[in-house]
């Protein structure tokens, strides 16, 4: 079945420094969603990519779809307080099942 | 718009008891629900898929005689926990979708205690 890695597992950063973390699926995806989970709390959708190459931004969030749709990332620039948290990629195929990664756990030091 | 609810929020129950968790749509008809399963600082894993008035689809390795999924209507699908155990303590997660059914929208959990 199809599967997708995520690394790293932990990233701690000092506040305003910049990060990435990056997702491999095993298969060629039809989309790729990331979601934000707060501790305690729940996975929020933050943005879908759907075409090769594609790159979305958010404010100081930069996410980017591979060319072969079978990779991810989001990079994350001036990192604050509020960017702690679990950020989850998601493969989607087309039976329209999520297969998330493992997640990137960010605790930021100010 | 796009609103979920799960309920309860949390709920401890003894071991052999059955729990039953709801998840509604509240502002949108769901043609697919989802179900997840999340252990502590690990990812979601899903469970099992349910479409309105039909059998859910259960991923390998789930027993669908303990997890037992009714998707009534396009706005509610339950998920019972039959005779649970302290292993079946866990966050689950439902989510809602409609149409091409990419977008996925998740209700805000309901952690489950066995004692």
């Known amino acids: 079945g199809q599967q997708v890695m995520q690394i790293p597992q932990y990233q701690h950063v000092q506040e305003g420094e910049d990060f990435t973390t990056y997702c491999n699926s095993s298969?060629?995806?039809?989309?790729i969603q990331w979601y934000k989970q707060r501790p305690g709390g729940h996975p929020v959708f933050l943005i879908q990519?759907?075409?090769?190459?594609e790159v979305k931004k958010q404010k100081r969030l930069t996410f980017q779809f591979g060319e072969a749709k079978k990779n991810s990332s989001l990079h994350i620039t001036a990192t604050q307080t509020t960017d702690v948290g679990t950020y989850f990629c998601?493969?989607?195929?087309?039976?329209?099942?999520?297969?998330f990664g493992a997640g990137t756990t960010v605790t930021v030091r100010a | 718009g796009a609103v979920v609810s799960q309920h309860p929020s949390w709920v401890i129950c003894k071991s052999g008891t059955s729990v039953k968790i709801e998840c509604r749509s509240l502002?949108?008809?769901?043609?697919?629900m989802f179900w997840y399963r999340q252990f502590p600082k690990q990812s979601l894993m899903l469970m099992a898929t349910?479409?309105?008035?039909?059998?859910?689809t259960y991923e390998q390795g789930v027993e669908k005689d303990k997890f037992l999924i009714n998707h009534a209507s396009l706005t509610l699908s339950t998920l019972t926990v039959t005779s649970a155990h302290p292993e079946d303590s866990s966050f689950y997660i439902c989510?809602?979708?409609w149409g091409d059914g990419y977008e996925q929208y998740f209700g805000p959990g309901t952690r489950l205690t066995v004692t």
């Open positions: 989510s809602a979708s």
């Open positions: 298969t060629t995806l039809s989309n």
């Open positions: 990519l759907v075409k090769s190459g």
């Open positions: 998601a493969g989607q195929s087309n039976d329209y099942k999520l297969s």
């Open positions: 502002d949108f008809q769901a043609t697919t």
């Open positions: 349910s479409n309105e008035g039909s059998k859910a």
